[in-house]
């Protein structure tokens, strides 16, 4: 079978565009690429461009060094209030061993009387005697004086009545017996005295 020779390509001419004409783009040019990337301008600063700290910074840095010393404070106040506790349990300590003291030379006095008790009775009180009144002293020098006066006016700051009795030689309202003293005066009080005063008509 007769072979027809094969006919040459024809070469396509690209005829100049006239000027002015809008050249349509080529194949190359539509392929999907990368975004343009976006050119920062003098409003808009770049990413780059260092600005000034955020307000949020400076309050938490301030919060903090609030914190900071309300925490200083509140460990200061706690070891004042423990510092003031020893101070006052030591001056506890010392008043006590103070007034505890004072009463050593009555104790002493009481045992001498007791080992003479065999002796002669009248000794024996009198020795009782003269300890309660060392005993009235020392609670004089603490700031607790005794009070068992009777022919006094009825003071109920001082006195506490346990009974009334009629007596026509004294004022109504009078003290005429102390049953029990009282020791101190006003704040310093240890007790009021226990009395018995004349019936008021």
Do not use: C
Request: hydrophobic share 35%; aromatic share 2%; proline share 11%.
């Amino acid at each position: 079978m007769p072979r027809h020779p094969q006919e040459p390509e024809r070469a396509t001419s690209v005829e100049p565009a006239p000027e002015g004409a809008v050249r349509p783009p080529d194949e190359d040019s539509l392929q999907p690429g990368p975004p343009p990337r976006p050119q920062a301008t003098n409003d808009e600063p770049g990413p780059e461009a260092a600005g000034p700290a955020p307000a949020v910074d400076e309050h938490t840095a301030a919060m903090q060094e609030l914190e900071d010393r309300w925490r200083r404070a509140l460990a200061d106040l706690d070891n004042l209030r423990k510092r003031h506790a020893r101070e006052l349990e030591r001056e506890r300590t010392v008043e006590r061993s103070r007034t505890a003291a004072a009463f050593l030379p009555v104790l002493d006095n009481l045992e001498l009387a007791l080992s003479h008790a065999d002796a002669d009775s009248g000794a024996v009180v009198e020795g009782i005697r003269a300890v309660r009144d060392q005993a009235v002293n020392v609670l004089e020098l603490l700031g607790y004086p005794r009070h068992a006066e009777t022919g006094v006016a009825f003071d109920p700051a001082r006195h506490e009545v346990v009974s009334v009795v009629d007596d026509p030689d004294v004022e109504p309202g009078t003290v005429v017996q102390v049953l029990r003293p009282g020791y101190g005066d006003g704040d310093r009080q240890l007790r009021p005295a226990t009395v018995t005063v004349a019936k008021r008509e």
